[in-house]
């Protein structure tokens, strides 16, 4: 069973502090990786993606990928109260099948 | 990034009656689309693969006669909840693929 898994949480931090949210997977033949926000009631948004070793910086956000330890993090950095959502962890696999884990829950206290 | 719509977004019916769920790639052609389903804090379970001009693959345990699906077309995808019951009371969302990355469209909500 192919997996991908997420500290469901709560993580709570407080504004304006750096946000640190943690993947791993089951799956070494995982090619691509994702992370989506979802707020509640909504459907969940693309924010990152990473294919390869090392990170991937775009404005707040930081994706952190380390294939031979089959870990993906996604940092936010000056994080707002406007982040609190559930972070949703995606790998797809050789085969095109997109695997999510359950997701963590951010709460960003002002 | 590409845009799905789904339509409607919120729906109320009867119990017993059917709900048509529609899933559309505006800016982009989709020969793959996914419908997902989900449950007030848990994550998205995948129901079935939806195909362009061919049968959807249904998931392990996910009734194919009560979930029916087509995609008749490369820009439409609908989902159709038959006989629905207040436990099919959902999310459901659908997500296209573009360039191997996945974009949902915002999931209706029917409520039986």
């Known amino acids: 069973q192919k997996e991908v898994e997420q500290n469901s949480g709560p993580l709570s931090v407080p504004e304006g502090a750096i946000a640190s949210l943690n993947c791993t997977y089951s799956?070494?033949?995982?090619?691509?990786f994702f992370w989506y926000r979802q707020y509640s009631g909504k459907s969940p948004e693309l924010i990152m993606f990473?294919?390869?070793?090392g990170d991937k910086e775009d404005g707040r956000f930081t994706a952190q990928l380390n294939k031979a330890s089959q870990y993906v993090s996604l940092l936010i950095r000056d994080s707002q109260p406007s982040d609190s959502a559930t972070y949703l962890c995606?790998?797809?696999?050789?085969?095109?099948?997109?695997?999510f884990g359950a997701g963590t829950r951010l709460f960003v206290k002002a | 990034g590409a845009v799905v719509s789904q339509h409607p977004s919120w729906v109320i019916c009867k119990s017993g009656t059917s709900v048509k769920i529609e899933c559309r790639s505006l800016?982009?052609?989709?020969?793959?689309m996914f419908w997902y389903r989900q449950f007030p804090k848990q994550s998205l379970m995948l129901m079935a693969t939806?195909?362009?001009?061919?049968?959807?693959?249904?998931e392990q345990g996910v009734e194919k006669d009560k979930f029916l699906i087509n995609h008749a077309s490369l820009t439409l995808s609908t989902l159709t909840v038959t006989s629905a019951h207040p436990e099919d009371s959902s999310f459901y969302i659908c997500?296209?693929?573009?360039?191997?990355?996945?974009?949902f469209g915002a999931g209706p909500r029917p409520s039986v």
């Open positions: 939806s195909n362009e001009g061919s049968k959807a693959t249904y």
């Open positions: 799956d070494r033949g995982s090619q691509s």
């Open positions: 990473i294919y390869s070793n």
């Open positions: 997500s296209a693929t573009e360039v191997n990355i996945q974009y």
């Open positions: 995606a790998a797809t696999t050789g085969g095109f099948k997109t695997i």
């Open positions: 800016d982009f052609q989709a020969t793959t």
